[in-house]
């Protein structure tokens, strides 16, 4: 599918055009990738990581996301051109990446997204930080990330995200939405006839967290639930004790797109609810988690 051919009947009344009268007070902090900058070294840090990741991935990662890196022909060794990317992410979903210098302000991430443009960390990590760093960098933001932008559904739903943000930050609730992109864009799972994959790219460009999210027995692993998810705290400093499950990103774009928000924020409220690792009746429970590595890490 292509941009001219998405289906704006998709989109809901309200939030079609939203995103034009946003003035932006700064500028978007697009930078220039500067491809031929990188050092050998920066590539072979690319290349080391993408080898270890795909080994890990291959049978825990959504095949959709496995398809789209080789649809953007990640997989060719060093650091992706995201000149070269464009051309054919744009021709898929019209996407495109965009490089900036780290993290943005919320309002100029909104904006990107909701002119259908991922903002990418230009700089890649040194091997001290192989494992985990904390700004996201070009490892994180395009292998993890700009994979599933290639999936037409899912892009729709990182375009609406965009615009729901910029609609959040005038109820006051940024809070309660930065839940939802947590628990699905950055840590979601995906039942899939294989059974439970990664999908989010928190998991999925971490080496750790993509064994621990799927195989481990201590986080719960619970049905999205649009309210649910939007109540829940989340780790921002270790591994999520729990993650939500999607069925389809049909499902995700249907369940969040199709609802208008704002009687919601009303209700959310500014708390910020339940607990990281809380289990309600309510759950639909895939794994009830032992939490024993939380508990663990805490008593340690
Ligand atoms: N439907 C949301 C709103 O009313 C916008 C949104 C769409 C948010 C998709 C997140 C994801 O504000
Ligand atoms: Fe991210």
């Known amino acids: 599918m292509t941009a001219t051919q998405r289906d704006e009947s998709r989109v809901p ?23 031929a900058a990188y050092s ?6 690319w290349d080391f990581l993408y080898r270890r990741q795909v ?3 291959k049978d825990r990662a959504d095949p959709a996301m496995l398809r789209g890196l080789e649809q953007l022909n990640l997989n060719r060794g060093g650091i992706p051109e995201f000149a070269k990317i464009n051309v054919e992410l744009k021709a898929r979903t019209g996407f495109e990446v965009v490089a900036v210098p780290g993290l943005v302000p919320d309002e100029v991430f909104f904006n990107h997204l909701a002119n259908r443009r991922f903002p990418a960390g230009q700089f890649i990590r ?16 395009v292998f993890g990330h700009v994979p599933l932008l290639t999936d037409p559904v ?4 990182m375009e609406a995200y965009g615009k729901g943000g910029l609609r959040a930050m005038k109820f006051g609730r940024l809070k309660q939405l930065a839940a939802l992109y947590w628990y699905t864009v950055e840590f979601g799972l995906i039942e899939t006839p294989k059974g439970v994959r990664i999908y989010g790219a928190g998991i999925s460009s971490s080496k750790d967290e993509s064994i621990f999210a799927l195989d481990d027995p201590s986080p719960n692993r619970i049905r999205f639930d649009l309210e649910r998810v939007m109540r829940t705290r989340y780790r921002i400093d270790d591994f999520q004790q729990t993650y939500f499950v999607i069925r389809s990103y049909d499902e995700l774009f249907r ?4 609802t208008d928000f704002a009687p919601l924020y009303e209700r959310l409220g500014d708390g910020v609810g339940y607990g990281a690792d809380a289990v309600l009746a309510t759950d639909g429970v895939v794994t009830h988690g032992t939490q024993a590595y939380a508990k663990a890490k805490k008593a340690g």
């Open 255 to 258: 369940a969040t797109v199709d």
């Open 126 to 141: 040194t091997r001290a930080q192989l494992d985990y760093l904390q700004e996201p960098d070009i490892f994180h933001d």
């Open 154 to 157: 899912f892009a729709d739903y």
């Open 40 to 45: 050998a070294d920066e590539h072979a840090v």
């Open 13 to 35: 009344p309200y939030i079609k055009g939203m995103s034009g009268h946003i003035t932006l007070r700064d500028d978007d902090y697009v930078i220039d990738q500067n491809w």
């Open 55 to 57: 080994d890990i991935l």
